[in-house]
């Protein structure tokens, strides 16, 4: 197991546009988490699913996110009409069970909207 | 709600010599855990050290450090013998947990303390 893996790891796109990227959780793990992180700053929490449910979302969210996790393992974060304010690193971590105080987390995408 | 501060946005050491980077978190909740978090340049976050709020013991974890001061909700880290390699980004966080000390949710993180180690 190599860990929790993130596509792409960059991601260039012109306002207006949709974007989705991809986060793989380590492969036990049934909880799945998704972060934003601006430059210089800390990460800021977007959602969370336990298996394919998401149970909460961040006010962060608007409506022109969304992410899904169909099938309880891999999940996407799909980024409708995209704005220059949502370039940032999104940053997706899994953990196990019960275990949300061992959030381990992936390299991140790093979005830049022109 | 939880919130996290890091009143140090910046802070250098020489290699060898021992830095303490400051956190202090304000929540209403008695149980939690509390983490410091390095980011290095490459920017994969590695979890470096844990504290769980019912422990009045502090962590150690080889070089790293803890002082927990539960009344004052302060966690500072203190990193002794300090190498190149701990040039980093530190993030402070904080999650819920239950009485049976199971945590499910989101972290709150603070702002981040650059560090950097000079030769």
């Known amino acids: 197991d190599t860990g929790v893996s993130q596509n792409p790891r960059h991601k260039i796109t012109k306002r207006g546009q949709n974007v989705t990227f991809r986060c793989d959780p380590i492969?036990?793990?049934?909880?799945l988490y998704w972060y934003r992180q601006t430059l210089g700053q800390g990460p800021e929490f977007l959602t969370y699913?336990?298996?394919?449910?998401?149970?909460?979302k961040s006010r962060l969210l608007s409506d022109r996110f969304s992410a899904e996790r169909p099938k309880g393992s891999f999940s996407t974060l799909e980024i409708q009409r995209t704005e220059q304010g949502d370039s940032a690193m999104y940053l997706c971590?899994?953990?196990?069970?019960?275990?949300?105080?061992?959030?381990?987390f992936g390299p991140g995408t790093r979005l830049t909207v022109t | 709600a939880q919130t996290v501060t890091q009143s140090q946005p910046e802070m250098s050491v020489q290699e060898a010599e021992t830095v303490t980077l400051s956190c202090t978190y304000d929540?209403?909740?008695?149980?939690?855990?509390l983490f410091w978090y390095k980011q290095p340049p490459s920017r994969q976050m590695i979890l470096v050290i844990r504290?769980?709020?019912?422990?009045?013991q502090n962590a150690t974890e080889n070089r790293f450090s803890v002082n927990f001061q539960k009344a004052a909700k302060s966690f500072s880290l203190k990193i002794s013998d300090s190498q190149l390699g701990d040039t980093a980004m530190y993030f402070c966080?904080?999650?819920?947990?239950?009485?049976?000390?199971?945590?499910?949710?989101?972290?709150?993180f603070g702002q981040g303390t650059i560090l950097t180690v000079h030769p």
């Open positions: 699913f336990q298996n394919e449910a998401q149970l909460e």
């Open positions: 971590a899994s953990s196990l069970g019960d275990r949300g105080y061992e959030q381990y």
């Open positions: 492969s036990e793990h049934n909880r």
């Open positions: 966080a904080f999650i819920k947990a239950n009485a049976g000390g199971t945590s499910y949710g989101k972290l709150t």
């Open positions: 504290q769980e709020a019912y422990k009045q």
């Open positions: 929540t209403s909740e008695n149980n939690y855990y």
